[in-house]
């Protein structure tokens, strides 16, 4: 058949809308100011998250990447640019953290109050807090005088100076306090020399107090100092930074300020919130969120994007919060697992359809292969595949795109099977297969390796299943048996937390809770990566048999539990204790706030078990973002700076900072050229073959 130049250009901008990270709008899909209107599919029915994330209260998104939290972010903030009394500022949190990194304070004036290790912190976290004020700043000018003009200048006058000034004096009485913190500290640190004076008296009191199971008290005998300093250091950075900037001052002026022009809410939208390290974030809730939120009679909420697991609240009332989880099995949540997956494939229909339309004026059955196969029956491929994620949906449909539609072909089944194998290999697989080559702590290594160990026992306890299930007797596998499906295994749930970190990184992805065979625990249930199946030749689904996948083979928590007997275990950082404990203990000795149950003064921590793990040569040592950088031109290239960016969830000037260390260690070529006509011409980044024998030739 002969797809026309047209459709196949459509249909590509289709599927690459979808798979891109878009941030706070979709001004490179169309230069309507309504085309997140137009785009938007709400994962549930009558727009509920949209109404559920309008409402005048503080609400977290919470997903993993790809499952449309910026999406709805953007499309909230088109209806409050359209409302009378609204305002809304949108923070990219993740940029900002890394502009801090390159702080412009003098190190001079700190000098006697922290470590050096500890000063670095303190001065990143401030430089993170002045700019996290200034992009405030910039939004509320930016969003004021584009949607508030004509009330603007009906209470200033015509000239809208007055109120920029009105607005940049509240800021500058900021500027004005930003050395406070130097005073701050100086008394502070009066104060904890009169403290020390008396803790030579507590420290003899620890060391006398020894006996055969440790030291009382709240002091490490060895050393004299509280387990809880880390803690204590980042409650003391908070409350200096707390004086240093004045959140409620701030909070008052605003107010005071937007209320004249008919302002009476503001929502502060937070991306990519979980993208920071947890110590930052903490900071940042405790010095701007909460003071904001708790104390501004209801004028400033926040709408916070992030990553489950991963939210700090502080004094935040978890009670007076919305907390929406956009992972399908927590989204569509119902009495069966089929009402689940039929909600789930729903959503996807619904994406499709309205992109199809968008993009191409045309149904999605001119571009799947319908004669064998129906619609409906590439919705469940799709879901089975991307788990409802919609950025991942774009990506297998731009993989299948090169098989099919570029070719003159429609999408057919087989198309999607390949495009998530080929997903898998160049997207989800490398957090393992580079772990090598990446430049990260030690013992992040070691938990990656412990963790692909893991995998590795779940994959072969499948592929073992499928060996037996060919020869079994039993009924429940009869009309399975010539091609037995064993990609969905349980585990106990209490052990769940131990898997999260394969879930994030979508090599497995939790389905379903419910009691196990015998009835006794209730059982977390998960599916593998589909690309995973097809790339280790296991068949995926969950069986004809509805007790198919219940059945006790399909139980992983003895393999689980030998794992974590293997892998972890938890140690006592008390010199005099060093007591170790099985991980099963965590629980428990998390609700005591990780004393030791031994010593009872020492705090304990979780350890993984050290074991030779292969490193590559310092010299070819990459950062996270850059081993993304050259993974994404290793997938499509040549690319240019401002479509990698949306690729890689950054700005195109990071992108440009990163592309010249990498042409500078021979690994990224660049070059001027015309790829799209109405692009004109561009740089395109592209890889060395060195970079490619470096990093892929393994």
Excluded at 6 to 14: C, E, P, T, V, Y
Aim: aromatic letters at 12%; hydrophobic letters at 35%; one cysteine or more.
């Amino acid at each position: 058949m002969n797809i026309s130049q047209k459709n196949k250009d459509n249909f590509f901008n289709l599927v690459d809308s979808l798979k891109k990270c878009r941030r706070a709008d979709l001004s490179d899909v169309s230069k309507s100011k309504d085309v997140i209107e137009k785009l938007y599919v709400d994962p549930l029915d009558n727009d509920l998250i949209l109404k559920s994330i309008s409402k005048l209260n503080t609400t977290i998104l919470t997903g993993r990447r790809g499952t449309g939290k910026s999406t709805i972010i953007a499309r909230l903030q088109h209806d409050i640019r359209k409302s009378k009394d609204r305002l809304s500022l949108y923070i990219d949190v993740k940029s900002i953290f890394e502009q801090s990194k390159a702080f412009s304070y003098s190190a001079e004036n700190y000098a006697d109050h922290f470590s050096a290790q500890d000063l670095n912190k303190y001065l990143i976290y401030k430089s993170f807090l002045k700019e996290i004020i200034s992009e405030i700043k910039l939004e509320l000018k930016t969003n004021t005088l584009k949607f508030y003009l004509a009330k603007i200048t009906d209470y200033f006058g015509p000239d809208k100076t007055a109120f920029e000034e009105e607005l940049n004096r509240i800021f500058d009485d900021i500027e004005k306090f930003e050395y406070m913190d130097v005073e701050v500290l100086k008394q502070k640190k009066v104060l904890s020399n009169e403290e020390n004076k008396n803790s030579v008296n507590q420290k003899v009191t620890a060391n006398v107090s020894v006996d055969a199971s440790g030291p009382k008290g709240g002091f490490n005998a060895e050393y004299g100092t509280s387990n809880s300093d880390a803690s204590s250091l980042n409650e003391e950075f908070s409350e200096v930074l707390l004086k240093c900037f004045n959140p409620i001052l701030i909070m008052r002026n605003i107010r005071e300020l937007l209320k004249k022009i008919g302002i009476n809410h503001v929502f502060i939208c937070l991306d990519d919130f979980s993208e920071i390290d947890y110590d930052a974030m903490k900071i940042f809730v405790d010095v701007i969120i909460g003071p904001l939120n708790n104390l501004s009679d209801e004028f400033f909420k926040f709408k916070i994007a992030a990553y489950p697991d991963r939210i700090y609240l502080g004094d935040i009332d978890p009670q007076k919060i919305e907390q929406i989880r956009l992972d399908f099995y927590e989204l569509y949540q119902a009495k069966t697992i089929t009402d689940v997956h039929a909600q789930a494939q729903g959503s996807i229909k619904k994406l499709i359809e309205k992109r199809t339309q968008f993009f191409c004026k045309q149904t999605p059955d001119e571009f799947f292969d319908t004669t064998k196969t129906t619609l409906d029956d590439y919705y469940k491929a799709l879901f089975d595949i991307t788990s409802c994620v919609p950025r991942n949906v774009g990506w297998i449909l731009w993989y299948a795109n090169q098989q099919s539609i570029a070719k003159d072909k429609k999408i057919t089944l087989n198309d999607l099977s390949i495009a998530a194998e080929k997903h898998f290999i160049d997207t989800v697989r490398p957090y393992f297969s580079q772990n090598q080559f990446m430049r990260e702590p030690f013992d992040m290594k070691l938990e990656k390796y412990h963790l692909h160990q893991l995998l590795e026992r779940f994959v072969n306890t499948a592929k073992i299943n499928k060996r037996d299930i060919l020869v079994s007797d039993s009924k429940v596998f009869a009309k399975d048996k010539t091609k037995p499906p064993t990609s969905h295994f349980y585990i106990n749930k209490k052990l769940e937390d131990v898997l999260k970190p394969l879930e994030m990184q979508f090599f497995i992805t939790k389905y379903n809770e419910q009691k196990d065979q015998d009835s006794s625990e209730l059982m977390s249930f998960f599916s593998f990566n589909y690309g995973l199946c097809v790339s280790e030749d296991i068949h995926y689904g969950r069986g004809s048999d509805r007790k198919y996948v219940i059945q006790r083979r399909f139980n992983n928590t003895k393999s689980l539990q030998g794992y974590l007997a293997d892998a972890k275990h938890i140690a006592c950082n008390n010199h005099q204790c060093k007591a170790t404990h099985d991980y099963e203990m965590l629980p428990m000795i998390e609700m005591f706030d990780m004393l030791c149950p031994k010593c009872k003064t020492g705090t304990c921590s979780v350890e993984h078990a050290n074991v030779d793990v292969e490193l590559a040569d310092e010299k070819i040592l990459l950062s996270e973002f850059d081993m993304q950088f050259i993974n994404s031109l290793k997938v499509d290239s040549p690319q240019y700076p401002s479509g990698l960016a949306q690729e890689l969830d950054c700005t195109y000037q990071k992108v440009g900072k990163r592309a010249a260390r990498l042409k500078d260690m021979g690994f990224l070529q660049a070059q001027e050229m015309t790829i799209n006509k109405a692009l004109g011409k561009r740089n395109y980044y592209s890889l060395t073959d060195e970079a490619v024998t470096t990093y892929f030739e393994q």
